[in-house]
């Protein structure tokens, strides 16, 4: 069994060359690709130096299209099959190889195709994430974005076992290769937000798989928020991803999951 490691840089090579720091990943079966959203010649030359694998796009794309790319691109030129194992990192997402080593030894011991880390905010592990939760109704996604509601989010404090849960974070989420390619990876109708909880539900709609949350390996994600901060582009997707993610679980309630099938990558 082999990982990869797919990794999206919207402009985020500082805190890929100096949090992240890929290159202490890889090795032995696991690979690292990075995919800069738009040229970057100082990500370009870390990877070079580290022999990470470097994609850049010519146009920006979303974060479901960029890591379809990545997957599509193992699959072509790196040797992915059926039964490896691709994690979406982000590249705001602290990870030791101790934490790799810890996941990819645990991942084997359990029938599961779909996993999530434990994900934490700050260095000591002490200040939870709210990276594992139930699935949002729409006014969910607007209780959390207007009055910082928690009611979907696990309260997941005592956790000490893998557990099943509905979705978590895309910030740091792995997936047997074969449940990707049939699920036909992220919607790419989304742009941003969301792609994570629509690609949980498909998995749990198509496929009877659930996410396993696995507490014992620990990351941290630096995540910014943006749109939880003004009135921006990010406000603007996140809203927008939360109406397509709501009709599509109304729709499958209404017409079933034929609703759902997409092609396969």
Known sequence: MALYISIVSHNHTSDIINDLLPHRLQGGHVRVVILANLPDQALADYCQQHQITYLQNTTPHGFGANHNQVFRYCQENLGLEKQDWFLV???????????????????????????????????????????????????????????????????????????????????????????YETLGGFDERYYLYCEDVDICWRALKLCGVRVLYLPNVKAVHMGKRDSHKSINQHMFWHISSAFRFSWIRLKTKLLGTKTLRRKPL
């Open 89 to 179: 990192l982000n590249p705001d997402v602290k990870v030791s190889p101790e934490a790799i080593n810890e996941l990819v030894t645990t991942l084997p011991k359990y029938c599961t195709r779909l996993a999530a880390a434990n994900l934490f905010k700050d260095d000591e592990f002490e200040v939870l994430e709210g990276s594992v939760r139930s699935f949002p109704y729409l006014w969910d996604f607007f209780g959390s974005l207007v009055f910082k509601s928690t009611r979907t989010t696990v309260k997941r404090r005592g956790f000490k076992k893998p557990c099943h849960v509905d979705w978590a974070s895309g910030a740091f989420l792995v997936l047997k290769a074969e449940l």
